[in-house]
């Protein structure tokens, strides 16, 4: 076989090839040119897309702020509606510095006929029930489960978890614990008062006789706390009362019962 020197870059048969390499580079430049243009596009894009999201989101914390402003409005608005209540029905219990308090008087009282009223009853059913022939007084159940919720600076847990299965009884002490922070907030010595007279009339300015009692009855005991903010009744004691007793009427009870 005859050898043949190497083709020379000059030599025409090697100009095809490097034609077709120059418009492989050609192309190769046209498509990165197309990649950088497709790519500034996307970046272009993303850009409008976070501009589009910045402003959104400036708009939405408008709305937030719009909205927070209405709410604020609405809550103070509702409590001096409240307040207006209590007014009505206790001309002389109502100034500016207590208006925080009558939502937790609002609250107390839901606490006390929603939560509290079903509970003392399925407990009265459930100690009948294991005692037959014996009367269990409903107003004796609730009674003590106002006083171990209001009737000391701490709650008594032991005594509610005693009357309640553990749902009803985490659930009733967890609630009375969220009123109770939120009455010691505003201030002005609000306290749950438990003191009563053994043996006297109703008194008409800060106890109401409780469900079927006679009002003209002599007061017995306390179902639930009067709410008291200084020297003012948000919210009225409820006593039961009974026939006239046997002997004079008996102190019963302190007026710091329950202060917060």
Known sequence: MEDRPPPRPGDPAQRPRYTDILAEIGRMLDGMRDDQLLLRETIRRHVVGWEDGARHIRELEQAVNGLR???GDLDRRFTELLA???RQEQPDTTTAAHLDHYEVAEKFQLFVEQELGPVAREITRRLEAGRPG???SRAHVLAELCRALFGDKTIDDKTVYQYCGP???ARLVGTAGQIRDLASRPGHGAMWDFHFRAGSHVDHRYQR????CDPDGFVAFPVTPAYRVGHRILVHQQVVTEVPPAGPARESGTPG???Q
């Open 84 to 86: 207006e209540r209590f």
């Open 209 to 212: 006789a409780w469900g079927p």
């Open 167 to 169: 749902d009803d009884a």
């Open 257 to 259: 019962d329950g202060q």
């Open 69 to 71: 402003a209405e709410v």
């Open 134 to 136: 014996e009367q269990v």
